[in-house]
C-alpha cells in the first residue's frame, strides 16, 4: 500500500513539473481541462445550479471591469474638455497677439525705426522676426489641436455609451440568471435551456470585446501628429501676407 501511494506521490510531482516547465505540455492538459469543464448543454443540464453560479461569477467579475473602464474613460473625457477648454481661451489670445507683432514689424520695416516698440519694449528685428514665427506656430496648433480635441472626445463619449450600454444589459441579464438559480433550488430544473448558454455566450463575447476595444487611453499624441517647425515651415513673408 505504501508503496502505491509513494507511486502516486511521484507521478503527482512529475506530473506538476512537466505542466510548469513545458509549454506544450501545459497547454495541452489546458485543453484537456477546459474541454471536460465547458458547458456544454448536456452538462447544464446534469448540473443547472453549477451553471448559473457559474455564469453569475462571470458576469459580477466582468461588471467590475467594465466598472473599473467606465470609471478610466470618464477621468479621460473630463481631461479632454479641460485642456480643450482651456485651448479654446487661449486661441484667441494668441491670434490677437499675432496681429499685434506683425502690425509692429511692419510699422517699424517701413519707416524704418528699429528696435520697433512692443507694448513699451524695445525689439530688434531678428527677436521681432522669431516672435512672430512663435506666435504662428502656436496658432497653428491650436487650430490643430482644435480639431483633434474634436475627435478624441466624440471617441471617448462613444467608448463611455457603448461600456454603460453593455453594463445595462449585463446587470439585466443578471437578474435573470438569479431568478432562474432561485427556480432551480426549488424544483431542480432549468426552463428554458434551449439556447440559453448561446444567448449568455453572446452576451461574455460582447463584453469582452467593448472591455478590449475601450481599454485604448487616448491622447493628442495618439491623433495628432504635429510638426514642431511648422511656423519655421512657412516662409516669414507668407506669414506677413496671412491678414486672417
Known amino acids: 500500500m505504501k508503496t502505491i501511494f509513494a507511486i502516486l506521490a511521484l507521478a503527482a510531482v512529475v506530473f506538476a513539473g512537466a505542466y510548469l516547465v513545458s509549454d506544450p505540455f501545459r497547454t495541452k492538459v489546458n485543453t484537456l481541462f477546459e474541454s471536460a469543464t465547458a458547458w456544454t ?3 447544464i443540464a ?18 467590475d471591469e467594465l466598472r473599473g473602464r467606465q470609471v478610466n474613460l ?20 494668441v491670434a490677437e497677439k499675432l496681429e499685434e507683432l506683425k502690425a509692429a ?4 520695416d517701413d519707416t524704418g525705426q528699429w528696435p520697433a516698440d512692443i507694448g513699451g519694449l524695445r525689439v530688434v528685428e531678428d527677436e521681432l522676426r522669431q516672435l512672430i514665427l512663435e506666435a504662428d506656430e502656436r496658432r497653428a496648433r491650436y487650430a490643430e489641436n482644435a480639431r483633434a480635441y474634436e475627435v478624441a472626445i466624440s471617441r471617448t463619449r462613444n467608448d463611455l455609451a457603448r461600456v454603460d450600454s453593455v453594463l445595462s444589459d449585463l ?52 491623433l495628432l501628429q504635429a510638426d514642431e517647425r511648422a511656423a519655421e515651415s512657412r516662409r516669414f513673408e507668407d506669414i506677413m501676407r496671412d491678414d486672417s
Open 105 to 108: 514689424y511692419r510699422l517699424a
Open 41 to 43: 448543454d448536456e452538462n
Open 171 to 222: 446587470r439585466e441579464r443578471r437578474s435573470d440568471v438569479d431568478r432562474q438559480l432561485q427556480q432551480v433550488r426549488l424544483h431542480s430544473t432549468l426552463d428554458g435551456i434551449e439556447g440559453l448558454n448561446d444567448r449568455i455566450n453572446a452576451l461574455l463575447d460582447t463584453t469582452r470585446a467593448v472591455r478590449s476595444e475601450t481599454e485604448r487611453t487616448l491622447s493628442l499624441d495618439d
Open 46 to 63: 446534469k448540473d443547472p445550479e453549477g451553471y448559473l453560479r457559474w455564469t453569475l461569477a462571470e458576469f459580477d467579475r466582468m461588471e
Open 74 to 93: 470618464r477621468t479621460q473625457l473630463n481631461s479632454l474638455e479641460r485642456r480643450s477648454e482651456v485651448d479654446a481661451r487661449q486661441a484667441p489670445l
